[in-house]
């Protein structure tokens, strides 16, 4: 089992930069591939972006590639999501997952607040 705990969200301007973290407790975090997700208010759960176990393939949904950076730290069990060039529309609580394969996640988080003021 994978405890994951988010943090780093805040209030930022539209075209700032923010970097989220998820510290990870448990023994096989590094066997798995890690992702974020992010819902906002009204809105359904959105796919962000996905890491293998070894950091060497991401995965990043449409609407934050090319902005967005996926990372992990095996060795500290920490994921991060560099966010740049943020807009209004990227707000939303940011959820940490671990990928059990296919389109199945598991061990969400309690999610973090990402506000973007225009």
């Known amino acids: 089992q994978v405890h994951l705990v988010e943090s780093g969200g805040r209030l930022v301007q539209a075209g700032g930069s923010l970097r989220l973290s998820c510290a990870a407790s448990?023994?096989?975090?590094?066997?798995?591939?890690m992702g974020w997700f992010r819902q906002a208010t009204g809105k359904e759960r959105e796919f962000v972006a996905r890491?293998?176990?070894?950091?060497?393939?991401?995965y990043y949904g449409d609407s934050v590639k090319g902005r967005f950076t996926i990372s992990r730290d095996n060795a500290k069990k920490m994921v991060y999501l560099q966010m740049n060039s943020l807009k209004p529309e990227d707000t939303a609580v940011y959820y940490c997952?671990?990928?059990?394969?296919?389109?199945?996640?598991?061990?969400w988080g309690q999610g973090t607040q990402v506000t973007v003021s225009s």
């Open positions: 890491i293998s176990w070894s950091g060497g393939t991401t």
């Open positions: 448990g023994r096989t975090f590094s066997s798995y591939s």
């Open positions: 997952v671990r990928h059990q394969g296919g389109y199945e996640y598991d061990s």
